[in-house]
């Protein structure tokens, strides 16, 4: 029997909330989701398909994000560690799996970092690794759109960034994606007055992925063309994690999660039940319509 809740929680002054999802007795510890800056709790609908028979799912809206408070002034990511251990403590259980993607691998590996004791394995997506100038510089001429009050080329511009924009490359879903995100930008800004505060913090404070971690099984994929943080830099960046894989995934690009979500969903069952992943359905290319143009690489790696 599906069992669904979500509860409010307090880190300091900011108020913030998560959800649970149980369908069912669970055979593996909670799955904690945690998805880019502005992903609420509800948006991971695939994931409770494919990780609901096997672990109660965890979503939320973290501090800054979605429904929760603004940020307040000083450091984001503290607060960040503190409100998802405190999930882990209202949920009354001693360790998660733990799913990051995108700004959500940057809090995850963070959590990590500080408290491998409550990480039972770590799963992280399109990991921000590094961030150029031309990029940071890239965020700030969209904010200076959203200044004026042109929400829309603020969201273009943004969705330009997150996005491979090169059409000599496949990528599935590549219209519906851009679509979806500019939509979902411009409607963020237009309803949540610290939308844009969020996104700024989540590109000018960042998590140090140079300090390796142990102790905890990790998986590290992302999209073959992604063009936020190369597969390379994410490669080497999983090379520094002691007990992890590396993965990228055919015909995607940063938002893999919606251009193949039910793959990813299925790629982190795999992982958090500690099953093989040589015939994982992400591995596999995505049959092109007709006239598309083929993919310059070669399919997906793993190391």
């Known amino acids: 029997m599906t069992h669904e809740v979500v509860r409010s929680l307090t880190a300091g002054r900011v108020r913030y909330s998560y959800r649970l999802l149980r369908q069912g007795p669970p055979v593996i510890e909670p799955v904690l989701v945690l998805g880019g ?16 028979p096997l672990a109660d799912v965890v979503t939320a809206d973290l501090p800054g994000m979605a429904s929760a408070d603004p940020l307040p002034d000083g450091p984001a990511l503290p607060l ?10 209202d949920l009354r259980v001693p360790r998660v799996n733990l799913f990051g993607f995108s700004y ?11 408290f491998p004791h409550r990480v039972a394995r770590l799963a992280l997506g399109g990991v921000p690794a590094h961030v150029s100038d031309a990029q940071a510089a890239a965020l700030h001429r969209a904010e200076a759109h959203l200044d004026r009050g042109d929400v829309r080329t603020f969201a273009a511009l943004v969705a330009d960034s997150l996005l491979c924009t090169d059409s000599g490359r496949y990528i599935a879903r590549r219209d519906l994606a851009h679509r979806y995100v500019r939509r979902t930008l411009a409607h963020t800004v237009r309803h949540s007055p610290h939308a844009a505060e969020s996104l700024r913090r989540a590109v000018t404070e960042r998590t140090d992925y140079t300090g390796g971690l142990t102790g905890v099984p990790a998986l590290v994929f992302c999209g073959e063309h992604d063009t936020v943080t190369s597969p390379d830099r994410q490669r080497a960046f999983a090379g520094t994690i002691a007990d992890s894989r590396f993965l990228t995934i055919p015909d995607s690009d940063h938002w893999v999660v919606l251009q193949r979500p039910h793959d990813v969903a299925d790629l982190a069952a795999r992982f958090f039940t500690g099953r093989s992943l040589a015939d994982a359905p992400c591995r ?6 007709s006239g598309a143009v083929p993919a310059p690489r070669a399919a997906a790696s793993e190391s």
């Open 284 to 289: 596999r290319r995505v049959p092109r319509p």
């Open 104 to 114: 959500g691998a940057d809090l995850a590996y963070g959590f990590t970092r500080r």
């Open 80 to 89: 960040a560690y503190t409100a998802i251990a405190q999930i882990l403590d």
């Open 37 to 52: 800056v502005q992903q609420g709790m509800h948006g991971w609908p695939y994931m409770d398909d494919a990780l609901g």
